[in-house]
């Protein structure tokens, strides 16, 4: 949860997913003031980076495609490094895994980003 309340002290909106300890997180932190979400694709939408820092096996059959697709920007930070770092690069995701050399998706590359001009950087955050 450092990572949560650090990135709401910073002013992220943050959503968080975790298929096993989300129920027991809101109840030791009731006013923390994240989202919930049901599902890894739910906490994404809408995102502007998303932060694995969980090793579940749900993640690693995440469809990254889909993730990319749902992202305002496919930001992707794999603080496990956890998956693969060229899936991640074909789904068309940004993809940085702790002490990896970074990936950029290649609308990035082209010049195609999709960063709103003028935008505050990271207001939506997802932490898994």
């Not at 994404?44 to 993730?67: C, K, M, P, Q, Y």
């Amino acid at each position: 949860m450092q990572i949560a309340e650090r990135l709401l002290q910073m002013g992220a909106r943050v959503s968080v997913y975790d298929p096993v300890s989300m129920e027991v997180c809101k109840q030791q932190h009731p006013t923390l003031k994240i989202a919930y979400c049901p599902s890894a694709l739910e906490a994404v939408t809408g995102s502007h980076a998303a932060v694995l820092i969980t090793e579940w096996e749900e993640f690693r059959n995440l469809d990254l495609t889909e993730v990319a697709a749902r992202a305002t920007w496919p930001i992707f930070i794999d603080g496990r490094n956890f998956l693969s770092s060229e899936a991640a690069f074909r789904a068309g995701l940004d993809y940085s895994g702790i002490g990896r050399a970074p990936l950029r998706a290649a609308r990035e590359l082209t010049g195609q980003s999709r960063t709103p001009t003028g935008a505050p950087a990271y207001p939506n955050l997802s932490v898994s």
